[in-house]
């Protein structure tokens, strides 16, 4: 799951993101309002981690910003990614506020790194339609555990290639511009470029060969996985 987690305080944020980070999830750690906005608006996510009390860049006596702003700057241009608030401000009136501006899910602090993982994980399959256990032919991904397997052996899998392969599964059948996947493979600190996209597919497709689940390249479109009537 590619995670964008909005955290001022920084031990708190490196620690969350580490703990995302060991269960195979990639994390964009956001720290200011400023920060948020930029990442949120030329990344995709399958879901944002959102504090509510976030520093202004442009100035230290700014004052506090709001999480908020981001998040209504996102629903504004249509952009629905699952956002799940994580704050100390736990009284009713802020968890209205933060449900009528957009977010689905609101945790208060302190919290379990386990639970926050489960209401993500909820949320996504709520937004994507798709279950934690996905098949395809003799493909199946099993989301909670992070593992995916070939006619009930396992398929172990480079890093990118099971990001490339979940991105596809999510749901199956879903066609995903070369751009999109680009992003979406992605960090802040490595771009991925056409053809680095286009290896990580042509290894894949032939790791998926006689499985009866295939990737399918359309034409001015992108890739598609789905089921292969006729598996060699």
């Not at 720290?31 to 202004?56: C, I, K, M, S, Y």
């Not at 493979?185 to 991925?192: F, G, R």
Request: some cysteine; charged content about 30%; hydrophobic content about 40%.
């Amino acid at each position: 799951m590619r995670i964008l987690l909005v955290e001022d305080d920084p031990v708190l944020g490196r620690t969350m993101a580490q703990g995302l980070e060991k269960a195979g999830h990639r994390v964009e750690l956001a720290r200011t309002v400023e920060e948020a906005q930029h990442w949120w608006a030329v990344q995709g996510f399958d879901a944002v981690l959102l504090d509510l009390n976030l520093p202004h860049a442009a100035s230290t006596r700014s004052g506090l910003g709001s999480g908020l702003t981001a998040l209504r700057g996102a629903r504004a241009r249509g952009d629905r990614t699952p956002v799940l608030i994580l704050s100390a401000r736990d009284s009713t009136e802020e968890r209205i506020a933060g449900l009528d501006a957009g977010a689905d899910d609101y945790l208060g602090k302190p919290y379990e790194l386990k639970e926050v993982e489960a209401r993500l994980r909820a949320l996504v399959r709520r937004a994507s339609g798709t279950a934690d256990v996905v098949t395809v032919g003799q493909l199946l991904l099993d989301r909670l555990a992070r593992r995916c397997s070939l006619g009930g052996q396992p398929l172990e899998l480079p890093s990118r290639e099971f990001e490339l392969l979940w991105e596809l599964m999510t749901p199956p059948g879903r066609v995903l511009s070369k751009s999109e996947l680009s992003q979406r493979l992605s960090d802040t600190s490595e771009a991925l470029g056409d053809n680095a996209l286009e290896s990580f597919v042509s290894r894949l497709r032939r790791k998926l060969q006689g499985s009866g689940a295939a990737i399918r390249t359309l034409r001015g479109l992108g890739y598609v996985l789905e089921e292969d009537a006729s598996p060699s």
